[in-house]
């Protein structure tokens, strides 16, 4: 995988540094390859792997990027339709998103970040990392509330992420 900056600034270059050693230091799923660096960006998965320079923080910079990968592993997946029909029966949009669609891939992307993380990191980050700003607190609460039940939804489908 290559790492890029956008504008090779200092800060992109710091978060680029800390992602080489997060990779280093943790087994963490990776399905694209390559991912962009650019400073006031907000995080995305698509086209390209793209994280912002909004915090240094290495444990939140872990959990966005292990969020942007899975959206590459939920996309490539052949059983999403499925899934997403699915959930779409079980579960109703809290409202947090505009889209159905995007809400029911979230359940997919939300739970297995958290999972993934739980192996990765101490209970002690998981929780400081979940008390950091979310872009979705409505979901997190959501998958939290309902970890075991979404769990068992994702495993009909092959959608629980096992490394």
Same mark, same amino acid.
């Given at each position: 995988?290559?790492?890029?900056?956008? &504008? +090779?600034c200092?800060?992109?270059?710091?978060?680029?540094e800390?992602?080489?050693?997060?990779? !280093?230091?943790? !087994?963490?799923?990776? $399905?694209?390859? +390559?991912?962009?660096?650019?400073?006031?960006?907000? =995080?995305h998965?698509? =086209?390209?792997?793209?994280?912002g320079t909004?915090?240094?923080?290495?444990?939140?910079?872990?959990?966005? $990027?292990i969020?942007?990968?899975?959206?590459? $592993?939920e996309a490539?997946h =052949?059983?999403?339709d499925?899934?997403?029909?699915?959930?779409?029966?079980?579960?109703? &949009?809290?409202?947090e998103?505009?889209?159905n669609?995007s809400?029911? *891939?979230?359940? *997919?992307?939300c739970?297995?970040?958290? &999972? *993934?993380l739980?192996?990765?990191?101490?209970?002690? +980050?998981l929780?400081?990392?979940?008390?950091?700003?979310? =872009?979705?607190?409505?979901?997190? @609460?959501?998958?939290?509330?309902n970890?075991?039940e979404v769990?068992? @939804?994702l495993?009909? $489908?092959?959608?629980v992420?096992? &490394?």
């Amino acid at each position: 995988m290559e790492i890029i900056t956008k &504008n +090779d600034c200092l800060d992109e270059l710091e978060i680029k540094e800390i992602l080489e050693g997060l990779i !280093e230091k943790y !087994e963490i799923p990776v $399905f694209t390859e +390559d991912v962009l660096i650019e400073k006031g960006v907000v =995080p995305h998965s698509h =086209p390209v792997l793209t994280l912002g320079t909004r915090t240094c923080d290495p444990l939140v910079i872990l959990k966005t $990027f292990i969020h942007e990968q899975l959206h590459w $592993f939920e996309a490539g997946h =052949p059983r999403l339709d499925e899934a997403m029909g699915y959930l779409g029966i079980k579960y109703k &949009n809290k409202g947090e998103f505009d889209e159905n669609r995007s809400f029911y *891939i979230h359940i *997919i992307v939300c739970f297995n970040t958290r &999972n *993934i993380l739980k192996k990765l990191v101490s209970k002690e +980050d998981l929780e400081y990392i979940y008390k950091q700003w979310q =872009p979705y607190p409505l979901m997190e @609460d959501f998958i939290v509330e309902n970890f075991d039940e979404v769990e068992g @939804d994702l495993r009909k $489908f092959e959608m629980v992420y096992l &490394n």
